[in-house]
């Protein structure tokens, strides 16, 4: 009798499909957002045929991810109409929600709600009004953290989601560089408090998570109170989770070359533990375009800060962004960047073609670059960094890395886990997942490595 109504509630239950675009922080917020629905009787499936429930994480940063929002939801029309019998409730969320607001439910009316990302905690709150017809918009700014308000993961989800996992510990932006819609999407820079990363870190490594990589938009911004005299920086804030037993791996992205301070680099020399690879987005070789950009720092400070860092940790590989053909860019600036990428050698990196973002001073400059310089400049600057990457990789040949053990292979006996900077590596290995091993690399391919365990 009891399994039978077990199966019953089973099946009523309702279902959610979120589906994320984007950023690592969406991807967390996600994840906080299905830890929330769960405790409201809400199970997170991966097909969006099964959900009573969409929500559509969304993304502004560029032109073509806003698109993809308006397709999708054309598509998610014709399904409802030809397959649902049982009603749907569809919710924009994330930064096209904050950005364009009631602007969505106009263009595409199956929308029922529409939430900015500083409204998450009082997503429950809002289904319940949905239910009852009631189309709701809340795109309200936090005052405070609105993570706080919301139920940590359980183990279960924990264990699901793996051995890696994100904690956002600062949110928003407070710099304005001219291309980014961060500030208006994402709101000011907000800190969260040390008490609840130190709470959310040990939750994670209880549940069995092994890294953690700390998020912020601007993440070496963060800054804290503690019980000590004087407020923290982040590398106050890594010297702290280090302390948290069981923990084997931090990181943190992104970061912004103006942030990184004395603290954070002698974490780089002090912490074995902090990871040997650093996100650090130039954007631009070009002082020029780097004062347009309003970026505030040099092609030179860039590159003295790498020296600085290098100096401490000589075993750092670089990552990085690359914005070209922001207005007014020339070949000449254009050539500056790829000087740079020649001096500094990135072990990865993103490259963007820049894209006007309605409200952001970049796209009311009037000296917009056209698309087929865009193109040229772009299909340049990606040759350059995938010959470093390949580079890169090749360097490690031969070597012994430590690598978490993250998911079984696609062969028995196989497994697969993260280099220190993040290349996947496939392995003979009978060790657990959450192992650290010590690892031969005996080859690299395109964006992975083969190893060998030295156990
Ligand atoms: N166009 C192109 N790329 C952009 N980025 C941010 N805004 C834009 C834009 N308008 C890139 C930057 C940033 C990364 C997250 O996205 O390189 O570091
Ligand atoms: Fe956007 Fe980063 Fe500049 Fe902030 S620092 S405005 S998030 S690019």
Redesign the pocket.
Known sequence: MEIKIKAQEKNNQRKVYIKTYGCQMNVYDSQRISDSLSVEGYITVNSIKEADLILLNTCY??EKAAEKLYSDLGRLRIMRAKYKQTPLTIGVIGCIAQAEGEEIIRRSPIVDLVIGPQSYHCLPYILKKVEKGTKIIETDYALEDKYMRMPLPKKEAIRHRGVSAFLTVQEGCDKFCT???VPYTRGVEVSRSVEQIVLEAENLVDGGVREITLLGQNVNAWHGNSSSTHEWRLGDLLFRLAKVKGLKRLRYT?SHPRDMDDTLIAAHRDLPMLMPYLHL?V?TGSNRILRAMNRRYTALDYQKLIERIRAVQPNIALSG???VGFPGETDADFEKTLKLVQDVFYASA?S????P?HGTP?ADMSNQIDEQTKDERLQRLQVLLGKQQQLFLQSKIGTVIDVLIEKPGRNEEQMVGRSPWLTPVVLKTKAPIGTMLDVVIEEAKQNSFVGRSQE
Request: with cysteine; glycine share 6%.
């Open positions: 940063i560029r291309f980014c819609v992104t987005p954007q962004d690359f914005i993103y963007f073609k820049y894209s973002r970049g």
